[in-house]
T-cell receptor
Framework: NAGVTQTPKFQVLKTGQSMTLQCAQD?????MYWYRQDPGMGLRLIYY???????DKGEVPNGYNVSRLNKREFSLRLESAAPSQTSVYFC??????????????FGSGTRLTVV | GQQVMQIPQYQHVQEGEDFTTYCNSS?????IQWYKQRPGGHPVFLIQ?????EVKKQKRLTFQFGEAKKNSSLHITATQTTDVGTYFC???????????FGRGTSLIVHP
């Protein structure tokens, strides 16, 4: 039972390059999320997907796009990376029943550096 | 928008001492979740509190949800080096199911 799997674990990009962070969960959760974590800033929501076929902006969506490919997979794309996007990125999923969130399961993270 | 404030930002303790982190919200919360993140790791869900005044225990960890559902605390009794990490609270309110995270309290335990 892998839980939430993120790839890659580490990445260095040059300013202006693009890349896609991959995330897959095997817990049959409906909802998936992308967070970024910066020192002293806690976890900030970038985008989320309440269910397959839907995506919504979170607190810090600028410079990112997402795709909910199917129920299992939710990818995050940086079209033109900037140094301000240097961060640790976490994908998460959660079981939802109505409006009740049973708590997140996080992936192990992607440590991204943009130079 | 909803804000969740967490204090202190850092806490140094000697092994065996107690530790408490506090979480305060600007709005009434539907529920509050607590997570632990080990250094270099990812957040791991610990517990969710839903009821006003609720108290839950997990071994040496005690979680409380305030009567007004605007604050919460996590208390660790007799800390161990395995308790090292950052503890986050995450509160949900206003009909949303997306929690807002506090900035976390980093616990450093000196042996």
């Amino acid at each position: 039972n892998a839980g939430v799997t993120q790839t890659p674990k580490f990445q260095v990009l040059k300013t202006g390059q693009s890349m896609t962070l991959q995330c897959a969960q095997d817990m049959n959760h409906n909802s998936m999320y992308w967070y970024r974590q910066d020192p002293g800033m806690g976890l900030r929501l970038i985008y989320y997907s309440a269910s397959e076929g839907t995506t919504d902006k979170g607190e810090v969506p600028n410079g990112y796009n997402v795709s909910r490919l199917n129920k299992r997979e939710f990818s995050l794309r940086l079209e033109s990376a900037a140094p301000s996007q240097t961060s640790v990125y976490f994908c998460a999923s959660s079981e939802m029943r109505g409006n009740y969130n049973y708590g997140y399961t996080f992936g192990s993270g992607t440590r991204l550096t943009v130079v | 928008g909803q804000q969740v404030m967490q204090i202190p930002q850092y806490q140094h303790v000697q092994e065996g001492e107690d530790f408490t982190t506090y979480c305060n919200s600007s709005t009434t919360l539907s529920n509050i979740q607590w997570y632990k993140q080990r250094p270099g790791g990812h957040p791991v869900f610990l517990i969710q509190l839903v009821k006003s005044g609720e108290v839950k225990k997990q071994k040496r960890l005690t979680f409380q949800f305030g009567e007004a559902k605007k604050n919460s605390s996590l208390h660790i009794t007799a800390t161990q080096t395995t308790d090292v990490g950052t503890y986050f609270c995450a509160g949900t309110s206003g009909g949303s199911y997306i929690p807002t995270f506090g900035r976390g309290t980093s616990l450093i335990v000196h042996p």
